[in-house]
C-alpha cells in the first residue's frame, strides 16, 4: 500500500472520525458526572435533522417569520439573516435540539432519580421517530431534507501554503491533502481534546465535575450542588452531540436522511469504555473506530492472500473490540463510581 | 409503610403515565397538521373492527408478548436486556436453519423443532454478556447494544454469503418447505361459507405466545428458581446471604430472556415470512422494553400491553397507509411510553403518594 491510496483512507479516517470523537467528548463530560447516556445516538440524530432543516430553510427564505403553533400570531425574524451564514444557524439549531433532549434527560435522571439506561434508551427512539415525522411534514421527500447547496453546507479550510506545499514528497501531500481541507467543526473537534483534558483535570469545575461522578455525597458536603454540576455536564454533553450532529447534516454529508447517525453514537460509547473515560485515550480510540469505517468503505472485502476479511467483520469490529475491552481481557475499564446512580441527598 | 395502595401502585400510576404519553402524541400529530382524533378512528377502524384488522393487530401481539416477557424476566433479576433485537435475529437464525435443513414430516414437529432451535440460538446469543456481567462485571446494557450490532453483522455474512439462493440478489434465504408453514387463523377459524382474518399473518404461534405468559407466570411466582430470581433482583446481598449464587441467576435468567426473544422469530420467520430475511425482527427487540416497563413486569399486564402496542402498530401501519403520517409516528409513542412509564415514573409516582397521604391523614 503506497502514499496514494493510503491518504484517501487516512482522509477519510479523520472525517469520519470527527462525529465519533465529539460525541464521544460529550458522553466524557455526562459520565464523569455520574450520568451514564445511552442516548447519545438520539442527539446527534435530532441535531443533525434541525442543522441541516434550518440551513436548507434560512437559504431558501428570503424573509424569515416564525409561526407559533396553534395560533395564528407570527414574528418576523428576518433581521437575524445577516448576522450568522446560514450554516451557522443550522449549527445553532443542531445544538438546541440536542440540549432539548439533554434537558428531558437531566429532568428524568437527576429531577426526578429515574433510570438514566431507560431514559437513553427512550430518548433515542424519541429522535428516530420524530426527525422522520417532521422531515416529511416539511419537506415531504420520506423522512429527508432537500440536498443542501452553497452556504447551507459547511466550507472547507484550507491551511496556509496548502497548494504551495503539496509538491514537497511525503510531507506536502500529508500536509495539503491529509490535514488541509476540512470544515471547521473537524479542527475543533481535535482541539477540543486538549481543552477538554484541561477542563477536567486542570481547573476548579473539572474536578468538582469528576468528584460528583464518583463520590456525589462528598461534593455535596463541601457545599457545592450536585445538582448543578450534574445539569451542567449534562449541558456540555448536548452542546458536544449536537456539534456532532451537524457536522454529519452539513459537513460529511450534504442532507440529513432517515437513521443517517447509523449506529454511531454507539460506537462512540464503545469508543468512551475503550479509552476508559480518558480524553487522550478517546482520541486514540476515535481514530482507530473511524478508521475501521473508512476501510469497510474503501474497501469492502479485504483480501489478505491467505483468506479474505468480509465487510461484516469490519462493520462488527468496534463492537467486538469493546467487549473484549469490557471483559477486562486488555486491562479493565472501571466506570466512574457514582455512574448511574441518582444522587439522595442524606437527611 | 405503604404510601400508596396496591391498586394505585398497579393500575393508576401506568394509566396516568399512558394518558401523558398520549396527550403528547396527539400534540405532535396536531403540529404536523393532522387532527388527532380523526387518526385515532383510523387507528382504530383499520386495527379492530374487522378480523383482518384484529388478525394483523393479534401477529404484532405475538411478536411483543414474547420480547416483552424477555425483557420482563431480565428485569425481575435487575438486568435490563436491551439486546433482545440481537436474540431474536439469532432466534431467526435457528429457525431458519431447523426449517431448510431437516425433512419435516409435519407442521407440529416443525413447531417444536423450530422452537426449540430459536430458544437454544436466542439463548446462546444472551449468554456471553451474561457470563461477561457474572464474571467479569461487564455492564450488561453496553454488552447486550454490542451485541445486537454484531448479531446484525452476523446474519448478513450468513444470508449473503451461505443461506443465500444462487442467483438471488436480495440477502434472504430461500422459501421453507411446504410442511413448516405454520397454519394461519384464516385456515383455523375461516368456515366454508365466511372467510376469517382474510390475509392477516396471525398463526398459531400467537397460543404459544399465551402459552408462555403462563409458563413465565409459574416460574416466576411459583418456582423455586423463580423466587431466587425476584430476591437477586431485590437485594444481590441478601440472596448472596441466602445461598443464592449470583453468577447461576444472572446466566440462568439471561438464558430465559433470550430464550423467550429468540423464539419471536417463530412468529416472524417460520409463521409470516416463510423464510428468514435481513431484519426479521422489525424493532420488536425494542418495543418489547416498553411493553414489559407499561406491563410492570407481569405477564398479564404485558399481554395486556402488548395487545396495546400490537394495535399501535397495526393502527400506525394503516395510518400511514391512510393519511401519509409516516409510521415513525408508533416509534414516537413507543419512546413516549418508555419514557413516562420507565424514566419519568417518579414524576407521576411522587405527587399522588402525596395525595394519598394527603387522603389518609384527611380520614384519621
Not at chain 1, 503506497?2 to 465529539?22: F, G, H, K, N, Q
Not at chain 1, 426526578?112 to 422531515?135: C, E, H, P
Not at chain 2, 409459574?218 to 443464592?244: C, D, K, N, P, V
Request: hydrophobic share 55%; glycine share 10%.
Amino acid at each position: 500500500m503506497d502514499l496514494a491510496t493510503l491518504i484517501p483512507v487516512l482522509e477519510s479516517t479523520i472525517r469520519l472520525s470527527t462525529p465519533l470523537l465529539l460525541a464521544c467528548l460529550a458522553g466524557l463530560f455526562s459520565e464523569r458526572a455520574g450520568i451514564f447516556d445511552i442516548g447519545l445516538e438520539g442527539k446527534m440524530l435530532i441535531a443533525a435533522f434541525f442543522s441541516a432543516a434550518v440551513a436548507y430553510l434560512a437559504v431558501t427564505n428570503e424573509t424569515w417569520t416564525l409561526h407559533l403553533p396553534l395560533t395564528d400570531a407570527s414574528i418576523g425574524l428576518t433581521w437575524l439573516r445577516s448576522l450568522l451564514p446560514p450554516v451557522g444557524w443550522g449549527l445553532l439549531a443542531g445544538i438546541a435540539a440536542s440540549m432539548a433532549l439533554s434537558a428531558i434527560h437531566g429532568l428524568a435522571s437527576i429531577t426526578f432519580r429515574g433510570n438514566q439506561l431507560i431514559s437513553g434508551v427512550a430518548l433515542n427512539f424519541l429522535a428516530s421517530g420524530l426527525t422522520v415525522l417532521i422531515a416529511q411534514s416539511w419537506f415531504r421527500q420520506g423522512g429527508k431534507t432537500p440536498t443542501l447547496t452553497g452556504d447551507a453546507r459547511l466550507s472547507e479550510w484550507h491551511l496556509p501554503f496548502a497548494d504551495s506545499l503539496r509538491d514537497v514528497p511525503v510531507l506536502g501531500p500529508i500536509y495539503s491533502d491529509l490535514l488541509s481541507g476540512h470544515a471547521p467543526l473537524v479542527y475543533l473537534a481535535f482541539a477540543l481534546v486538549p481543552a477538554t483534558w484541561w477542563v477536567l483535570f486542570r481547573t476548579r469545575f473539572g474536578l468538582r465535575l469528576r468528584a460528583v461522578g464518583e463520590a456525589p455525597e462528598a461534593v455535596d458536603t463541601a457545599g457545592v450542588s450536585v445538582v448543578g454540576l450534574r445539569f451542567a455536564a449534562v449541558a456540555i454533553c448536548g452542546v458536544l452531540c449536537g456539534i456532532a450532529g451537524a457536522y454529519m447534516a452539513t459537513g460529511l454529508q450534504p442532507f440529513f436522511g432517515k437513521e443517517m447517525t447509523a449506529g454511531r453514537g454507539y460506537i462512540a460509547l464503545a469508543a468512551l469504555i475503550f479509552s476508559k473515560w480518558r480524553p487522550w485515550y478517546a482520541l486514540g480510540a476515535c481514530l482507530l473506530f473511524g478508521f475501521l469505517q473508512a476501510v469497510a468503505l474503501r474497501f469492502q472485502n479485504i483480501d489478505l492472500g491467505a483468506f479474505t476479511v468480509p465487510v461484516q467483520v469490519m462493520d462488527a469490529l468496534p463492537y467486538i473490540l469493546t467487549v473484549v475491552i469490557l471483559a477486562g481481557f486488555v486491562g479493565k475499564a472501571i466506570p466512574p463510581r457514582a455512574g448511574g446512580e441518582p444522587y439522595v441527598k442524606e437527611r | 409503610m405503604d404510601k400508596m395502595p396496591g391498586w394505585a401502585d398497579a393500575v393508576l400510576v401506568p394509566l396516568i403515565s399512558i394518558l401523558l404519553a398520549s396527550l403528547i402524541s396527539a400534540l405532535v400529530i396536531l403540529a404536523i397538521g393532522h387532527n388527532p382524533v380523526e387518526a385515532f378512528s383510523i387507528m382504530v377502524k383499520e386495527s379492530l373492527t374487522s378480523s383482518r384488522g384484529i388478525g394483523n393487530t393479534l401477529y404484532y401481539t405475538t411478536n411483543f408478548i414474547f420480547t416483552g416477557l424477555a425483557v420482563a424476566v431480565a428485569f425481575h433479576a435487575r438486568m435490563f436486556n436491551i439486546g433482545g433485537e440481537g436474540q431474536v435475529l439469532l432466534g431467526g437464525l435457528g429457525v431458519a436453519l431447523v426449517c431448510l435443513y431437516v425433512p419435516w414430516p409435519h407442521w407440529t414437529l416443525a413447531l417444536v423443532g423450530a422452537t426449540v432451535a430459536a430458544g437454544v440460538f436466542g439463548a446462546a446469543w444472551a449468554l456471553i454478556p451474561a457470563y461477561l456481567q457474572a464474571k467479569r462485571g461487564s455492564h450488561i446494557v453496553i454488552t447486550t447494544i454490542m451485541f445486537n450490532f454484531i448479531a446484525a453483522a452476523v446474519l448478513n455474512y450468513v444470508l449473503v454469503n451461505m443461506l443465500r439462493p444462487r442467483g438471488a440478489m436480495e440477502p434472504a434465504s430461500g422459501p421453507f418447505p411446504e410442511p413448516t408453514h405454520l397454519p394461519t387463523f384464516q385456515e383455523m377459524f375461516s368456515t366454508a361459507d365466511t372467510v376469517l382474518f382474510r390475509s392477516a399473518p396471525v398463526n398459531v404461534s400467537f397460543f404459544l405466545a399465551v402459552l408462555a405468559c403462563f409458563a413465565v407466570w409459574l416460574l416466576i411466582w411459583r418456582t423455586r428458581l423463580g423466587y431466587q430470581i425476584r430476591a437477586f433482583g431485590h437485594s444481590e446481598s441478601a440472596a448472596r446471604y441466602a445461598g443464592i449464587s449470583p453468577v447461576r441467576i444472572t446466566v440462568i435468567a439471561m438464558l430465559i430472556s433470550g430464550g423467550l426473544a429468540g423464539m419471536m422469530a417463530l412468529n416472524a420467520t417460520m409463521g409470516e415470512a416463510e423464510r428468514l430475511v435481513l431484519n426479521a425482527s422489525e424493532g420488536a427487540g425494542f418495543i418489547g422494553i416498553a411493553v414489559a416497563l407499561m406491563g410492570r413486569s407481569h405477564p398479564f399486564g404485558i399481554f395486556m400491553a402488548a395487545l396495546l402496542f400490537g394495535f399501535l402498530y397495526q393502527g400506525g401501519l394503516e395510518l400511514a397507509f391512510w393519511t401519509g403520517i409516516p409510521q415513525q409516528l408508533i416509534t414516537v409513542i413507543q419512546a413516549l411510553v418508555i419514557l413516562f412509564t420507565g424514566a419519568l415514573d417518579n414524576m407521576v409516582r411522587m405527587p399522588l403518594e402525596k395525595l394519598f397521604l394527603a387522603l389518609r391523614k384527611g380520614k384519621a
